[in-house]
């Protein structure tokens, strides 16, 4: 019976460092993140390339196998068996794959460039590029860079074929919001990225990103998320610049994804850097993640490359390098120690409002003894763990997760990276407030401050989501349903939580044995018609916080799917869940 209350389940040889138990890629899953590298599939046939690339990474993005030059060298011409051999890479390993990018003024091919056009000519030329790219990979590729650097480090718009030399005849950030509509068009599936570089602090750069992204998202331009580039130095990032901007995108409903850290360094002939540096690029490696996992949102974070051997760097800037968090001979550096600290020792984030009902999925309040459901990003197993009674009661640690109300641990009943529920302490009786915090591996988040409520009421719906048809049983225990509808006359027995304390009130996390009855009272109406009850109270079978409720279906309830609304002290359950009336 357990399972019906489940809610849906949905080199410097002293800079290198031994691999540790869980790579990255585990650590990121734990997570709910994406940790990805730019690649380069002429590299794929070097095992230490592939097999570093598939353990540590669960995303990647083509480095340039994307761009206009590569996938479209002809004006009808397009090429995409290179990015193809990426996609089958990700495919391969169970990897995301992030598409960059198309609309870029850089990287274009010679017969776009040296030719004259005209605006019409342009915008049917960017037009047909990118539903042809985006459609080749509209089931591969889960997110588009679709815009990269359109603007000027003083926050102007960068000239370009694009935009004004000649543009594609839209002024302003006119022909950025075409290309996300184009990009849309083509993949309805695929979240729509803006990137850029030097816009990841506040200033005047980000200042106009984030006017252009509050512009677009008011007026519906399919714009999903920000991609926050990242190349920095040995300087020390400003890390409140850095989380205030991220913050204030977050708060427009956008995504953030780091796209293309890397720390370049100054190096030796050899390409070597000092322990010094290597320590500051640790710190900054780790400092960035850590920045990530504060915001919610942050969904990924993914360096520009992943070994010193392959770095646009030093190509670049001369006498630099050394960038990544690996180095030329694949061993991880510092600076990939640093990752696996942040991703192992950073706080969860938790909000108040990430603590649902597990039956209605609605939020406020927590009620003693309520099956609660708790959905963030934070840290958990990668894989469901599902909690066992052990003598007749649900542990309170599960697979190192504890969900924690005023320091006390609560029973738990499963929990899985970004979802954990719960059954609410019974000693929240009486209290207006609790103070709630999540652990993982004995991480705590800090508290946040969640309502207390007497009862909650909510029923269960027969498919867990919430609403449509509910969770009910006839006398003989089988599922009413459209083919088994209820009779007039006859009982059903609702399931529900939140319905508050019980006498006698069984320990928590017990696995109830016995009836018990509801302290408040409890009435119910199906289709708007009260309906006696005949017992309102523990479910014998299901975890204490549980409720049965047997309930005589009257002779004026009228016939079909109907409404069934449980009230108990004077608060109703939602109306979204249903019950079949013949
Ligand atoms: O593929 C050709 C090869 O056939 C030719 O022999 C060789 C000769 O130079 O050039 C090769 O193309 C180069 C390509 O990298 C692949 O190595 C291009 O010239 C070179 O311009 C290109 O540089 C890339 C650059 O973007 C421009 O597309 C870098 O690898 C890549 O790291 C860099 O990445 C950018 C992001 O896309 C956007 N943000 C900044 C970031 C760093 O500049």
């Known amino acids: 019976m357990k399972g019906f209350l489940l809610p849906c389940l949905a080199t410097a040889s002293l800079a290198v460092f031994p691999l540790g138990a869980q790579s990255i890629r585990d650590l990121a899953a734990e997570r709910g993140l994406r940790f990805g590298a730019a690649v380069d599939p002429s590299h794929f046939s070097e095992s230490l390339y592939s097999d570093t690339l598939a353990r540590e990474f669960n995303q990647v993005e083509p480095e340039n196998a994307m761009k206009f030059g590569p996938t479209h060298p002809g004006l009808n011409v397009y090429s995409f068996a290179s990015a193809d051999s990426i996609a089958a890479f990700a495919a391969a390993h169970g990897m995301a794959l992030r598409g960059h990018t198309l609309v870029w003024h850089s990287n274009l091919p010679s017969w776009l460039t040296g030719a004259t056009w005209t605006t019409a000519q342009l915008s049917n030329i960017l037009q047909d590029h990118i539903s042809t790219v985006v459609g080749h990979y509209k089931d591969q590729v889960f997110a588009w860079d679709v815009v990269n650097e359109a603007f000027n480090d003083n926050g102007t718009l960068r000239s370009t074929i694009w935009s004004n030399s000649p543009g594609i005849g ?27 570089y030097n816009a990841e602090s506040t200033g005047v750069k980000s200042d106009a990103v984030y006017a252009m992204a509050k512009d677009f998202k008011a007026r519906g331009v399919p714009l999903d998320g920000i991609g926050m580039q990242m190349h920095l130095t040995s300087a020390a990032p400003n890390l409140t610049g850095i989380e205030a901007n991220m913050r204030r995108l977050a708060d427009l409903g956008l995504m953030i994804d780091i796209t293309e850290l890397d720390v370049r360094l100054t190096v030796n002939s050899s390409g070597i850097a000092s322990d010094a540096l290597l320590a500051t690029e640790a710190q900054t490696y780790h400092d960035i993640v850590a920045v990530c996992l504060k915001i919610p949102l942050c969904r990924g974070v993914q360096t520009w490359g992943f070994t010193d051997k392959y770095s646009w760097v030093p190509g670049t800037y001369p006498g630099l390098g050394a960038a990544l968090e690996f180095d030329a001979g694949y061993r991880p550096k510092p600076a990939y120690a640093s990752m696996v600290g942040a991703l192992s020792n950073t706080p969860p ?7 649902v009902s597990a039956a209605s999925y609605g939020g406020g309040s927590v009620s003693p003894g309520e099956i609660v459901a708790l959905f963030n990003t934070n840290p958990g197993p990668a894989a469901l763990a599902v909690a066992d009674f052990t003598d007749g009661r649900l542990p309170t640690s599960l697979s190192g997760v504890r969900l924690l109300f005023d320091g006390i641990a609560a029973p738990l009943l499963y929990t899985v990276t970004g979802q954990t529920a719960a059954i609410a302490p019974f000693f929240l009786a009486g209290r207006s407030t609790t103070q709630m915090q999540y ?52 009982y059903v027995i609702l399931y529900a939580t939140g319905a508050g304390l019980t006498s006698p009130l069984p320990g928590d996390g017990q696995l109830a044995t016995d009836t018990a009855s509801l302290s408040a009272r409890a009435t119910v109406t199906i289709g708007g018609v009260d309906c006696a009850v005949s017992y309102a109270g523990a479910a014998p079978g299901l975890v204490a916080g549980g409720a049965q ?24 359950s939602p109306a979204s869940v249903t019950v079949f009336v013949e």
């Open 439 to 490: 652990e993982y591996k004995g991480i705590q988040s800090a508290a946040v401050t969640v309502a207390v409520s007497p009862v909650h009421p909510a029923l269960f719906a027969a498919n867990a989501s919430g609403s449509g048809p509910g969770a009910i049983l006839d006398l003989a225990y089988h599922p009413v349903t459209a083919a088994n509808p209820a009779r007039r006359g006859g």
């Open 549 to 572: 409720v047997n309930v005589l279906v009257s002779a004026g309830v009228p016939s079909g799917e109907q409404p069934v609304v449980l009230t108990v002290g004077g608060v109703s």
């Open 349 to 355: 984030v938790l909000a108040a409002a990430d603590l």
């Open 170 to 196: 839209l002024a302003g950030t006119a022909y950025i919001e075409q290309a996300f509509r184009w990009a849309r068009a083509a993949s309805p599936k695929a979240y729509l990225y803006y990137n850029d």
